[in-house]
């Protein structure tokens, strides 16, 4: 029997800056896979060939999303994807907040505003300030918080989001981040590893793309409330099997109490270079999904 062939899948402008991406391939080639980085954005790489496409850092998607999950698409077509491609389509928008809310799971209370619908300062005027950033990013693009009585600021950022069509999100800012955001990762529908860092919107009123997405990381024993609130929004997500791997990043409200702030599908950092275990969990679980396509 010939060896599966795993593609890592990656992008012509990120691998160089992926420090997971050698890790994972060289954890896969250990289970005896034949396992190779490849764009998602390469010219013809030929995806039938391959037996599974694992996502890792295609973390130009939200740029480019109409032609990320059109690539989704025709790859899960060719091959196996995880995550599968309705899964990458639900989590490429982020108004899948508001359905987590519906189904009961604590979440960052979240308002939608979109194009052409009417809006005011009064959206912007929070007790401790807002954040306000685009439906569709990823790292914290195009985002930034406002604290009190910059109400207008903040409008004219949402402004400037909804002039170039997009749809933009005013969330409350949570002053406990402070104390750290909250990463769990799950592989295989298990709980993984975590980690905590610092907060990502330190300066108010400034959008900095350049910002550093994941400062201070140390390693992190989340409590049973915040693994509770994981689980339940892992639950929620329309996903009929376990997802190979997910990321749920949270944070603690004004009573201390988890709450959701993403759900990442996609191409989630695992933080996999500060844990050897979670490495290996994820290369047994590829492997074992891979024994099962041939």
């Not at 896969?28 to 010219?43: K, M, N, S, T, Y």
């Not at 950033?133 to 400037?160: I, N």
């Not at 004004?254 to 950092?269: C, D, H, K, Y």
Request: hydrophobic share 50%; no cysteine.
């Amino acid at each position: 029997m010939s060896t599966a062939r795993i593609a890592v899948v990656t992008s012509l402008t990120h691998a160089e800056y992926d420090p997971d991406l050698a890790l994972v391939v060289e954890a896969l080639r250990a289970e005896g896979l034949a396992a190779e980085p490849v764009a998602w954005d390469a010219d013809r790489p030929g995806w039938e060939a391959f037996d599974l496409a694992v996502v890792r850092s295609t973390w130009d998607y939200s740029e480019r999303l109409g032609e990320f999950l059109a690539w989704a698409d025709a790859t899960a077509r060719a091959t196996r994807l995880f995550n599968p491609a309705p899964v990458v389509r639900w989590n490429s928008d982020k108004r899948y907040l508001l359905e987590l809310a519906g189904r009961g799971v604590p979440v960052v209370p979240t308002r939608i505003l979109e194009p052409g619908a009417p809006h005011a300062e009064a959206d912007f005027d929070r007790a401790a300030g807002v954040v306000v950033k685009p439906a569709v990013s990823a790292g914290a693009r195009d985002t930034a918080w406002y604290q009190p009585g910059r109400s207008a600021d903040a409008l004219r950022h949402a402004r400037m989001l909804l002039d170039e069509g997009r749809t933009v999100m005013v969330q409350p800012y949570l002053p406990l981040v402070a104390e750290g955001e909250r990463a769990l990762v799950f592989v295989d529908g298990a709980f993984s590893h975590a980690i905590r860092k610092g907060p990502v919107l330190t300066e108010p009123g400034v959008i900095d793309n350049d910002r550093v997405a994941h400062p201070g990381i140390a390693a992190y024993q989340p409590t049973e409330a915040e693994l509770r609130t994981a689980r339940a929004a892992l639950a929620a997500a329309p996903a009929p099997d376990a997802l190979l791997f997910a990321r749920v990043d949270l944070a603690l409200d004004e009573a201390r109490e988890p709450v959701v702030m993403e759900l990442e599908l996609i191409e989630p950092n695992l933080f996999l270079g500060h844990t050897p275990q979670g490495l290996q969990r994820l290369a047994a679980a590829v492997a074992a999904r891979a024994a099962t396509a041939r």
